[in-house]
Every structure is written in structure tokens, then in C-alpha cells.
């Protein structure tokens, strides 16, 4: 019971992490399609689209997963904090190379 929380509640923080990392490449991708000058970044966004989409899949296995028995439940807290630990990682490496000032 209590393992299986555990497995729900870090599946589910991979899945914020990635979903995070996912809309801000989107976002960061949608402006540099409105600029004349933006194609450095937008390669840069294409580039990093399969991360994100690979921690995306991990952390939706790591909730499948946890609806498993408690072998699956250990599964699913290893792959949805390893997603979540890369999705988060991915997400500020991209923040902190794009910062502006501000």
C-alpha cells in the first residue's frame, strides 16, 4: 500500500518534470519561430524534443507500472525518478542557457 503510493507519487513528479520540460521547449520554439533571427534556437529546441519526449515515455511506463504488484511498484519509483531527475535537469540546463535578464 504505502509502496505503491510512493511509486504513484514519483511517477507522477516524472510526469510533471517531463510535461514541464516539454511545453517550455514549446514555448521557447513557438517565439523563435516569430523571430527573424530565431533559427539558432529553434535548432537547438529540435535538437532536445527527443529528450523530452523519452522522459515523457518513461515517466507514463513508470505510472503504468505502478498499478502493478510491489516488484512493478519498485520499477515504476526508479523510472519515474529517474525521468523526473532528467526531465528536471533537461528543463534547467534550456532555462539557464536561455535566461534573460530579469
Do not use: K
Request: aromatic letters at 4%; glycine letters at 16%; hydrophobic letters at 55%.
Amino acid at each position: 500500500m504505502v509502496l505503491n503510493l510512493i511509486a504513484v507519487l514519483a511517477a507522477l513528479a516524472g510526469l510533471l518534470a517531463a510535461v514541464a520540460h516539454g511545453g517550455y521547449l514549446a514555448m521557447l520554439g513557438a517565439a523563435a519561430n516569430r523571430r527573424a533571427g530565431g533559427e539558432p534556437v529553434n535548432q537547438y529546441v529540435r535538437s532536445r524534443v527527443p529528450v523530452a519526449a523519452v522522459t515523457l515515455g518513461v515517466s507514463l511506463l513508470a505510472l503504468l507500472l505502478a498499478a502493478g504488484g510491489p516488484a512493478a511498484d519498485i520499477l515504476a519509483i526508479l523510472a519515474g525518478a529517474g525521468s523526473g531527475i532528467v526531465g528536471y535537469q533537461a528543463l534547467q540546463g534550456t532555462r539557464t542557457r536561455y535566461r534573460s535578464g530579469g
